[in-house]
């Protein structure tokens, strides 16, 4: 498959404000991170809260502008692109449907909203494509003249995924599409997610903390953490067969239904490193259970391992050369 998106070695730093009468302090929310999304498949983007998944999302989406490296679309830079025609091509999907519609518009005129920014057709062409997404999201056409206050949370995201397909774009980037719905409602929502895929050829970025979903749906896994990706794989490999400690932690901090079983402990400590004064070397020593000592000193380098890479000390080539 060809890559359709991809970044380069791209970077996001916010300067930030230390308070009165102190100096701005930088924030690397994003911190070198390349990676690749084939066209047709489902790139899962993994974290804990603060890690930098949303600020990737936003500079793949174009509306926040990289600090360093690159962002292409088709091999073109995304911010080169005109914003009308990027918006065509590349859509987003909000974790939070409440606040994502605005109330005061029906959501027949919520879903047409980008015909008429677009400016493709008229009226008549834009209540038939209305009714045209509402099918497609499997909900009743008798909803368009209704308000989202009138809807469920489960309804509202259904109209938020006609609204993003409403231009028919290659690329969706789900930003925690499921997470402030009912767990009962999460799952339609993920199987129309993956329908909708296999029915308009959609390419994917799922951005989720829940691993349950990225690995119901995702068919690659990049697992970030303070602006890193320190392991990406396919997706049955990386549940499979774990490299980076962190990606075991947080495989073990899934909840079991299991009863007795209790809280699993990851170990991983009470409390996430500021990023404003991120630690030396490997950036995970602090909470790494097979932490070594050089590992809080020298930042490791990204190591091939099968189709991906994990970026871990412990498989440094050095070290296996050594054992």
Known sequence: ?????????VSCVFRVSGGFMAKKRSLHAVNGVSITVEKGSVLGLVGESGCGKSTMAKMLLGLQAPTGGAVLFDGEPLGDMDRLARARRVQPIFQDPYSSLNPRKSIE????????????????DWSARAAEMMDLVGLSRRYLTSYPSQLSGGQRQRVAIARALAMKPEVVICDEPTSALDVSVQSQILNLLMDLRQ????????????????????????????????????TET??????????RALLASVLTPEPGKGVPDAQLGAAFPNPLAPPPGCMFHPRCVKAMPHCSTTPPQPVPSGDGHVECHLYAPARKNVA
Request: hydrophobic share 45%; no cysteine; proline share 6%.
């Open 1 to 9: 498959m060809s890559v359709i998106l991809e970044t380069r070695d």
């Open 109 to 124: 005129d919520i879903v047409t909203l980008p015909l008429r920014v677009h400016k493709v057709g008229g009226p008549a």
């Open 199 to 234: 029915e308009l050829g959609l390419t994917y970025v799922l951005i989720s903390h829940d691993l349950a979903v990225v690995e119901h749906i995702a068919s690659r896994v990049a697992v970030m953490y303070l602006g890193r990706i320190v392991e990406e794989k396919d």
């Open 238 to 247: 990386l549940f499979g067969n774990p490299q980076h400690p962190y990606t």
